[in-house]
């Protein structure tokens, strides 16, 4: 089992930035992808980042304004957005992969709104 901790959400403004953190801790070992993604209200669930080995994927609706990076001494991913938009707006979720089994946290709420 691997438990996912995300902290970080919160309200700001358009323009502003958030940094949104996911501690895993459990059965951490070959987890891989570790990620975000993220269920507007009414939508979908969607991918916003990734890293997997190193190499990193984002929605093309993100690149640019956020990163995602890894700490692997730590077993956390963060997920640095700036220039946040209102159509940000979301619930965003940890995601990580430990084989076939996939895990998500409980999900963290972004509001960006003036």
């Known amino acids: 089992q691997v438990q996912l901790v995300e902290s970080g959400g919160g309200l700001v403004q358009p323009g502003g930035s958030l940094r949104l953190s996911c501690a895993a801790s459990?059965?951490?070992?070959?987890?891989?992808?570790m990620g975000w993604y993220r269920q507007a209200p009414g939508k979908e669930r969607d991918l916003v980042a990734l890293?997997?080995?190193?190499?990193?994927d984002y929605a093309d609706s993100v690149k640019g304004r956020f990163t995602i990076s890894r700490d692997n001494a730590k077993n956390t991913v963060y997920l640095q957005m700036n220039s946040l938009r209102p159509e940000d707006t979301a619930v965003y979720y940890c995601?990580?992969?430990?084989?076939?089994?996939?895990?998500w946290g409980k999900g963290t709420l972004v509001t960006v709104s003036s």
């Open positions: 995601y990580v992969r430990k084989f076939v089994i996939t895990y």
């Open positions: 459990g059965s951490i070992f070959s987890i891989n992808p």
């Open positions: 890293v997997t080995n190193g190499n990193t």
